[in-house]
């Protein structure tokens, strides 16, 4: 059935490919950002800033569905925005707010990890209708992990730490099919379709670059970093995800 949805961080990495893959799926989409995209595009704007509230209303007003990709950064602001967000679906009689979350953020003492169970808390506590997914680290974050490396005559890797990387194509088919299925609660968390330590990535990577730089493997101390070596980031019971690291590099070089 179609419905009214309204993708939030449309312009983002994630959010650019929710708003192709549920149109296609034949949604009527309305797409948010905090900027003026004037002009035919293809895609119906909203602007507004879900931080300050300002034009939030209106860009609820008819919506049936939320997908919330939009994020910015470590400073507690993504709790503050989904306050706004969650007021503002509450008047509009939104019936289903579909948030993106991450795995392990329970178990992994990250800033933004605590700021992102604060919003599935305030999300479970609201009384809508809503929709939790957690999902592992997407394709982008672990290749941007080796390619702000790249004045660096080696890749640092950390020793223990292992991925489960997904695409973002896979996981917008994902969330699209999330839609339909109205609001959930927590849902089944999700990954990429394998795992593996970060010095495979990082070899994978300098492949895909036909680059002979070494790989070294580096032990961390502190908590963030016991987190993922413990694994709370992985889900490999559940690898959703169909396209794998070394196809996303391909494609991207
Ligand atoms: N990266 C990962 O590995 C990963 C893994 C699992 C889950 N996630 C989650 O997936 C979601 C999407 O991540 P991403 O990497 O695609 O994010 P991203 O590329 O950084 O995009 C962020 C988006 O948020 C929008 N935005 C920022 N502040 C806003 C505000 N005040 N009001 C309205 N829109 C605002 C931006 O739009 P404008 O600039 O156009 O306003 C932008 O489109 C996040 O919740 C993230 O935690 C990420």
């Given amino acids: 059935m179609a419905r009214d949805v309204l993708i939030t961080g449309a312009t983002g990495t994630l959010g650019h490919r929710v708003v192709g893959e549920a149109t296609e799926a034949g949604h009527h989409v309305r797409a948010l950002s905090r900027k003026s995209h004037v002009g035919y595009t293809g895609v119906h704007w909203a602007q507004g800033d879900l931080l300050s509230g300002e034009g939030i209303d209106a860009a609820l ?69 809503h929709t939790i997914t957690r999902i592992t680290q997407f394709h982008d974050l672990i290749e941007t992990t080796f390619s702000i490396q790249r004045f660096s005559p080696a890749l640092f890797t950390v020793k223990g730490v292992r991925f489960q990387p997904i695409d973002t194509r896979d996981v917008a088919t994902h969330l699209v099919s999330l839609i339909d299925r109205g609001p959930a609660g927590r849902v089944d968390d999700i990954g990429g379709p394998a795992v593996f330590a970060h010095d ?54």
């Fill in 61 to 129: 007003d008819g919506i049936d569905t939320v997908i919330h990709c939009a994020t910015q950064g470590t400073r507690g602001k993504d709790v503050v925005s989904a306050d706004n967000l969650i007021s503002a679906a509450r008047r509009a009689k939104t019936a289903n707010i579909v948030y993106v979350s991450i795995v392990g953020i329970d178990r992994i003492p990250l800033p933004y990890y605590t700021a992102k169970l604060r919003v599935e808390e305030a999300l479970t506590a609201s009384g809508l209708g």
């Fill in 200 to 253: 495979e990535l990082a070899r994978m990577y300098l492949t895909s670059r036909g680059s002979r730089r070494r790989v070294l493997t580096l032990p961390l101390p502190g908590g963030i970093v016991a987190g993922l070596r413990s694994g709370a980031n992985l889900v490999p019971a559940n690898p959703v995800g169909t396209i794998g690291f070394a196809q996303y590099l391909a494609r991207s070089t």
